[in-house]
Structures are given as C-alpha cells and as structure tokens.
C-alpha cells in the first residue's frame, strides 16, 4: 500500500481509522463554521466574566457534563471534537449508515452552545459544500431538526433543557435525518402520486451528492480530522467503488450495497440514464481522490467506464430492437397494403371478366397482331 500524500505530493500522517480517538480536545478552531461568531452580550455570571470561561457559571458546567457524555457513549460511527480556548465549539463527524444512500460517507457538523444553553438548544451547521444532500440538510448549512427547534414537531419531539443532549442531538441526525429514503423526510410528501419513482430517484441524487462530498472533504478536509478523513476513505475506498459499479449496472439497488456484494433483487434494477450519467463522470474523480490517500484499488481504477459502455451498448443494442420493431411493423404493414393491392387489382379483373372488358382487349390484341403479320408478308 502507498504512502498517503496531499494535492502537492507531499506525505500525510498515517493512521488507521480505529486508532483515531472518538472525543478529543484541540486548539485550532480557526475553520469553524462559528469561530468569528459575536460575543455573547448575555448569560454572563454574577462578577461579569465570560460564562464560557468561567468555569464557575452554570453554562460552562454543563458543557463539561456534555463532554463526558460524549466521551463515554459516542457510538463508532460518531466523532467529535471539542476545543481548549472555546468550550461553546464543538465539531463532529458523522459516518454515514450501511443500507442508506449514505453508506460509507463522511458528513460534519460545526456545533456552538448559546450562552443561556441548555435553555436553548445548539446551533448546528452542516459543512455541504454547496450540496443539498438531504431534506433535512440544506445547501447553506441550515440543519432542520425538530430537536434543534428548527422544525416544528411534536413536544416531546422538540428541545427539552432539562433532558436533552448533544449527543441526542447527533444520533438523531445519523438514524432519522441520513435514513434510507430520505425522500419521504419531506413532510407529506408521501401522499403525491408518484412517489415510489421519486423516492428512488432522489435516493440516486443522494448517492451522487454523497460520492461529490467524499471528494470534496479529500480536496478541503476540516482541521483536525484530515488523517482521520483520508484514513476513512483508505479503508473504504473500495467498498464504495464497487457499489457505484453495481448501483449503476443495475445489481443492486442504490443505498443496499454490502460488503458481501449481497444483491437486493434477482432481476435487474433500473437504474435512470441520469444517474448513469453523472456517476460516469464523477467516478474518475472519486478514484482520483482515493488513490492520493494511498489504497491498493487494483481493478476498480476503470471498470465502471467499461460496465458504462457494455451499458451503453446494451442501449444501443436496445435501440438497435427498437428500429428493428419498427422496422418489422413498416415491413408488415407495406406487405399488407400490396396483398390489399393485389386483392383488389383481381376483383377489378373479375370484374372486366364478367363485363366483357377482357374479350374486348383480347380482339384488338388479336386484331393489331393480325395487320402486324399482313405487313409483315
């Protein structure tokens, strides 16, 4: 296996994914989304000092029971990291779940505590890159949770500051909000026609922005987890790259890859030329980005432009039946007008016949034969 190295060649830190602790506490916050937040003019203690610095307020207490929460129950898939000189901060990484649209994804989210916290609940900014990859994840940031207050849901549903937790915050965003048929977190959206066909194809659109993510937390990886980042996708870099080639020949439908390359359906999934498309032209740049992390890809560097053009041409070859069918019913169609032709060219024959048209021509032909021989001789 090769060394890792960035976009100028250089070697990055090598790590494994496992060895890559789940909480941390760091110094650099200098990329998150609220470093240059305002402020708080409010929530200050009694002698006035910073409630984030004081480690005497009531705010800056329950952030560090936040902390040990985290660190104690954080599930694998989840990583955060705190911050030495700004306790409101908070970062996390999100590992996308097996049998979603999502698999094998990183997703972050930049995290900041409101000075009356837990009053209010936290901010969250989703890092997208420009990419709506979810109803629920809007291409500005904007996270829409009903545990955040940012969507409207029930009471029990919504913020309670005397229960809820960051962490309830992230396992929400990982199993309710990145789930296998995101389509439907739109709410009801279930009651239009056509949703079946909807949901699949958003479940491709999810799949494509989840792959162009990858690419783009390669290329700008956030501080403090940029070993962790190439780590992740070193180990995963095939898996995924195999589930492009079989969503997009139609072996498994999109968000069921495994592993195992277990199947979802014995028959051939469609799979929207849109799709094939896109993932033709992205699937380069996803190799690209894994290979700079040092992976054996082996085979996986080109298959699936081949796979594309086998489908391509299985296309053409669709289209090829097609103009053959057309062609065939033109065939049979002009074969029935010259039988029509025929049919009736006979019935005015007989007609003649039975008129005496025919014994008519007959004598002149007889007649023009005659003279013909008499000049002749």
């Keep these: 296996m090769a060394s890792p190295t960035d976009p100028n060649g250089e070697k990055k830190e090598d790590i494994k994914a496992e060895q890559f602790r789940q909480?941390?506490?760091v110094t650099d916050d200098s990329d998150h989304s609220y470093t240059n937040w305002p402020k708080p003019t409010k929530g200050k203690p009694a002698n006035g000092s910073d409630c984030f610095?004081?480690?005497?307020?009531?705010?800056?207490?329950?952030?560090?029971?936040?902390?040990?929460?985290?660190?104690k129950n954080l599930p694998d898939s989840i990583?955060?990291?705190?911050?030495?000189?700004?306790?409101?901060?908070?970062?996390?990484?999100?590992?996308?779940?097996?049998?979603?649209?999502y698999h094998d994804g990183l997703f972050f989210f930049d995290l900041a505590f409101p000075p009356d916290y837990p009053t209010r609940p936290p901010h969250v900014h989703y890092r997208s890159f420009g990419l709506r990859i979810n109803p629920n994840l809007y291409a500005s940031g904007y996270v829409c949770l009903s545990l955040l207050n940012t969507w409207f849901g029930k009471a029990n549903e919504r913020w309670n500051p005397a229960e809820s937790t960051v962490l309830q915050v992230l396992v929400s965003i990982q199993g309710l909000v990145l789930n296998s048929d995101?389509?439907?977190?739109?709410?009801?959206?279930?009651?239009?026609?056509?949703?079946?066909?909807?949901?699949?194809?958003?479940?491709e659109n999810a799949f494509v922005l989840s792959c162009k993510t990858m690419v783009y937390l390669l290329?700008?990886?956030?501080?403090?987890?940029e070993a962790f980042i190439d780590s992740h996708f070193r180990e995963r870099s095939r898996?995924?790259?195999?589930?492009?080639?079989?969503?997009?020949?139609?072996?498994?439908?999109?968000?069921l890859y495994t592993q195992s390359g277990s199947v979802s359906a014995p028959s051939s999934i469609k799979v929207s030329n849109n799709f094939k498309k896109t993932m033709r032209s992205w699937y380069p740049e996803l190799v690209a980005s894994f290979c700079r992390t040092g992976p054996s890809l082996g085979n996986l560097v080109e298959p699936l432009r081949e796979e594309l053009k086998t489908a391509s041409s299985s296309a053409v070859h669709g289209g090829t039946k097609k103009e053959e069918k057309k062609t065939g019913s033109y065939k049979a169609i002009t074969a029935?007008?010259?039988?029509?032709?025929?049919?009736?060219?006979?019935?005015?024959?007989?007609?003649?016949g039975i008129l005496g048209f025919n014994k008519v021509g007959k004598k002149k032909e007889k007649a023009?034969?005659?003279?013909?021989?008499?000049?002749?001789s």
């Design 368 to 376: 023009n034969t005659d003279r013909i021989e008499v000049n002749s």
């Design 23 to 25: 909480f941390d506490v």
């Design 219 to 225: 290329r700008t990886p956030p501080k403090n987890f």
């Design 239 to 255: 898996n995924i790259l195999e589930a492009c080639n079989a969503y997009v020949n139609g072996r498994v439908r999109v968000g």
């Design 53 to 71: 610095a004081s480690r005497s307020s009531g705010v800056h207490k329950r952030i560090m029971r936040e902390w040990k929460v985290l660190e």
């Design 79 to 101: 990583f955060v990291r705190a911050y030495e000189r700004r306790v409101d901060l908070l970062r996390a990484a999100i590992v996308g779940p097996a049998g979603t649209p």
């Design 182 to 203: 995101p389509y439907f977190n739109e709410p009801g959206i279930g009651i239009f026609p056509g949703r079946v066909k909807n949901s699949i194809a958003y479940r």
């Design 336 to 352: 029935k007008k010259k039988a029509a032709e025929t049919g009736i060219r006979n019935v005015i024959g007989k007609l003649k």
